[in-house]
């Protein structure tokens, strides 16, 4: 306050009025999103794969599992990029459709997508779980060869989980795929703990522990505006791989499959 008082006066009283913009919290900041994790998005790539046992062997499976003659794939949810990375490596002549509803994300992604070169990649910023419920507001259209997702599904509720998987059995072309990604609801409380010592395990084999990789998440920070929910999605809405595997079913895949899974963490989809 000695500081405020030794300005003009115009000077002071813009001074004053900041201050209470601060203190009533109005300051514009970062807004974090469900999914983003990080309170700074250049932080996700790394921290990821200190948090997550064998993210990178997660998204390779997704990726080998995506037929390398696709040409038409769609991505919800696709963060930083590091799964469409992994496709467009085997899949080089594939058009991407890249759909997440953080400008950060997507704007990453864009930037690491031009600089490996690849130029078929389109990412919409969009909130999947409306497309969802209304597919004719968006310029997403349909006769995917494949639909993929990493780590965003998980984080609509069961209902909205069941709907999601019709619209992306309609948008398919008949023999396609989809294959998903993400953390599963663990099928007992034993199995909890469980899985949740194989991930402090391996945090720790990173050289590092889950106390340092959780300090730069986006709700310990005061830097950003971590938003609890946007649109359909909000934090950790876990169902377990069977319920989710029956949602497949009726949502008229005709084969379902679990092609990875380790503890808390598996890949598995369908094809229509």
């Avoid at 909890?192 to 050289?207: D, F, H, S, V």
Wanted: with cysteine; net charge negative; glycine share 6%.
């Amino acid at each position: 306050m000695m500081a405020i008082a030794s300005l003009a006066l115009r000077d002071r009283h813009n001074a004053i009025k900041l201050l209470m913009v601060r203190y009533q919290g109005k300051i514009s900041m970062p807004q974090v999103f469900p999914g983003e994790v990080f309170a700074q998005t250049t932080d996700f790539d790394t921290g990821i794969r200190q948090l997550l046992p064998n993210y990178d062997e997660m998204l390779e499976t997704v990726a080998r599992c995506v037929p390398s003659n696709s040409r038409r794939i769609l991505e919800l949810g696709c963060g930083t990029g590091e799964l469409s990375l992994k496709i467009l490596n085997r899949c080089p002549d594939a058009q991407i459709i890249a759909v997440d509803y953080s400008p950060r994300m997507i704007e990453f992604a864009r930037t690491k997508m031009a600089e490996a070169g690849y130029q078929r990649w389109n990412g919409i910023e969009a909130d999947f779980g409306e497309w969802t419920n209304n597919p004719e507001n968006f310029d997403i259209g349909t006769e995917f060869d494949a639909c993929v997702s990493s780590l965003a599904i998980h984080h609509l509720n069961d209902e909205m989980k069941a709907k999601l998987f019709q619209r992306i059995g309609k948008s398919l072309k008949s023999g396609g795929c989809f294959w998903n990604a993400d953390p599963i609801l663990p099928e007992s409380p034993t199995l909890a703990e469980i899985y949740n010592a194989a991930r402090e395990e391996w945090t720790e084999k990173q050289g590092t522990t889950i106390q340092s990789v959780r300090s730069r998440l986006a709700r310990n920070s005061n830097s950003v505006d971590c938003v609890a929910s946007y649109g359909y999605s909000s934090q950790d809405q876990l169902a377990t791989l069977d319920v989710q595997l029956q949602m497949l079913v009726k949502a008229g895949f005709n084969t379902v499959a679990v092609p990875w899974k380790y503890y808390g963490l598996a890949v598995f989809g369908g094809i229509v």
